[in-house]
T-cell receptor
């Protein structure tokens, strides 16, 4: 079965410090990968998605960036955090495709999340 | 463009009462629709999904949802609420399977009272 991990679970960082959040998926290959942010009292906002190694698309321009150095690893980074970067960050994956996986192609599965507080 | 509207940011029910969480969508193509549940400080867990098969979809934990194209709705229901159902619920829409972008509603927080 597939599992998705995120770390750290919680993080408190000062304004202006760098950020690195990691997400890894086990039990599948060539997944689509996604980063979402959930700010307090708001819904989920898609930040980045990736359909393959080195292929990153940004949904919202900001001071965050994403990288996919390996097939099942997705990293969210920032060089200098802002107060507005605080929130709950969720990684998700879905099957990339292939007719034999059609039944599961439509669903995104989420990790446990990282709570980021910028002070 | 696709969008999702969840009516009611907070819903409160008594234990044993009917749960009804409302979701309306907008989509120019046949949609895929999802309900996710989020417990405090946890990720999102899939409750159920509609992918153009049966219009009445049964999910986990006794929840079900009915796709009504004429009303552009996908409301989530459960006949009898349990205390453990207290959580935040998100409705989401996507264009199709495979590589898909999910558009989420703002969420509905469900409280269950004894």
């Amino acid at each position: 079965s597939q599992t998705i991990h995120q770390w750290p679970a919680t993080l408190v960082q000062p304004v202006g410090s760098p950020l690195s959040l990691e997400c890894t998926v086990e039990g599948t290959s060539n997944p689509n990968l996604y980063w979402y942010r959930q700010a307090a009292g708001r819904g989920l906002q898609l930040l980045f998605y990736s359909v393959g190694i080195g292929q990153i698309s940004s949904e919202v321009p900001q001071n965050l960036s994403a990288s996919r150095p390996q097939d099942r690893q997705f990293i969210l980074s920032s060089k200098k955090l802002l107060l507005s970067d605080s929130g709950f960050y969720l990684c998700a994956w879905s099957f990339l495709g292939g007719s034999q996986l059609a039944a599961g192609r439509d669903t995104q599965y989420f990790g446990p999340g990282t709570r980021l507080t910028v002070l | 463009a696709q969008s999702v509207t969840q009516l009611g940011s907070h819903v409160s029910v008594s234990e044993g009462a009917l749960v009804l969480l409302r979701c309306n969508y907008s989509s120019s193509v046949p949609p895929y629709l999802f309900w996710y549940v989020q417990y405090p400080n946890q990720g999102l867990q899939l409750l159920l999904k509609y992918t153009s098969a049966a219009t009445l979809v049964k999910g986990i934990n006794g929840f079900e949802a009915e796709f009504k194209k004429s009303e552009t709705s996908f409301h989530l229901t459960k006949p009898s609420a349990h205390m453990s159902d207290a959580a935040e619920y998100f409705c989401a829409v996507s264009r199709s399977g495979g590589y898909n972008k999910l558009i989420f509603g703002a969420g509905t927080r469900l409280a269950v009272h004894p």
